[in-house]
């Protein structure tokens, strides 16, 4: 049996969780797995249909009742609990896989898998370490779409906006008024704090715009669009991977980290606004991204994410599993 703990606390949302489901769909499908999660609303939604068993909070002496062959730990923060469990997985000989994320949060276990661009190398870690934005999680959609002959538009018309969970709302109208106002055919991807009565004013207001349901998966969103304007925390490696041009709005210092990744390796442009909600500037660098360079772009992209971290993944911790 596999176990894997997910924190589904509110301050942390189900990001986490939805990753780890996505693992365990793709790529176990013959293992039993347990989800032991910390509580949300929504967590029985999520699990309907998968075929999971799940528990929330579990109590660490029932979990070891079970035949558990390997332990995967989707959290940022440590409860105690999860260091019992830790412990006790030491004492059973069962490894313990931990996410981590921007070389954070490092643990005694048995490997690290960190899909950010952290630069593990100059820190002189050890340890077993699976690193980069190759090991990215995401739906096989993005395998196909990476592995189609694409053909690029002449002209750049259509643009999607992902600008992340952080990006003010007054600024995305403005950054969404900017691009239609000069012709562009531009659909927004929401972010979490995105409310129904903000959609209904861009509606309202620019009845030309497209704005993103909650798919399965965004990468048809990503591939047919001629150039994406997004946070590169969240979506760089989808971007890559469906060799869809970038410019990057980096908002923390993470995304920062991100953004330079990949613009050192040509898969996209920073820009940095100089005034709140001024996109004057991002017109200008527009008229960078020509026919011939978007092609390049598109394909540095491409050959830094290929879509198969999901599966590269699950082959490394299948080895590791104790049976």
Do not use: C
């Amino acid at each position: 049996m596999l176990l894997i703990t997910v924190d589904t606390s509110p301050d942390i949302g189900i990001f986490n969780l939805q990753k780890a489901l996505l693992l365990a769909s793709l790529t176990f499908k013959k293992t039993e797995i347990l989800f032991n999660t910390e509580g949300s609303g929504k967590v029985p939604t999520l699990f309907k249909g998968k075929g999971f068993n799940y528990i929330e909070n579990g109590d660490v002496r029932k979990i070891f009742k079970n035949n558990i062959s390997l332990i995967i730990i989707f959290k940022d923060k440590l409860s105690g609990k999860d260091k019992k469990i830790i412990s006790k997985a030491k004492k059973k000989k069962i490894p313990v896989a931990k996410f981590s994320y921007m070389g954070e949060n490092h643990i005694d276990t048995d490997l690290i898998i960190d899909p950010s661009p952290f630069d593990y190398e100059s820190e002189g870690t050890e340890k077993n370490i699976l690193s980069g934005p190759e090991y990215s999680i995401m739906n096989s959609k993005y395998i196909h779409f990476h592995d189609v002959d694409r053909k690029y538009n002449k002209k750049l018309k259509n643009i999607l906006v992902a600008a992340g969970d952080d990006f003010p709302y007054k600024e995305l109208r403005k950054l969404a008024e900017t691009l239609i106002n000069t012709g562009y055919n531009v659909k927004i991807i929401p972010g979490k704090n995105f409310k129904r009565f903000n959609r209904k004013t861009l509606k309202r207001l620019y009845p030309s715009l497209k704005i993103s349901g909650t798919p399965e998966s965004y990468a048809r969103s990503f591939f047919e669009a001629d150039l994406a304007i997004i946070d590169p925390e969240l979506s760089a490696a989808r971007a890559a991977a469906t060799g869809t041009p970038a410019i990057y709005i980096p908002q923390k210092e993470a995304g920062e980290t991100f953004a330079s990744f990949f613009e050192e390796r040509g898969a996209g442009l920073i820009f940095r606004r100089w005034k709140k909600e001024d996109y004057s500037e991002i017109l200008e660098l527009l008229k960078f991204f020509s026919f011939e360079k978007r092609e390049d772009i598109g394909n540095s992209g491409k050959e830094l994410v290929d879509g198969k971290g999901t599966y590269r993944l699950a082959e490394t911790l299948k080895s590791f599993s104790k049976n």
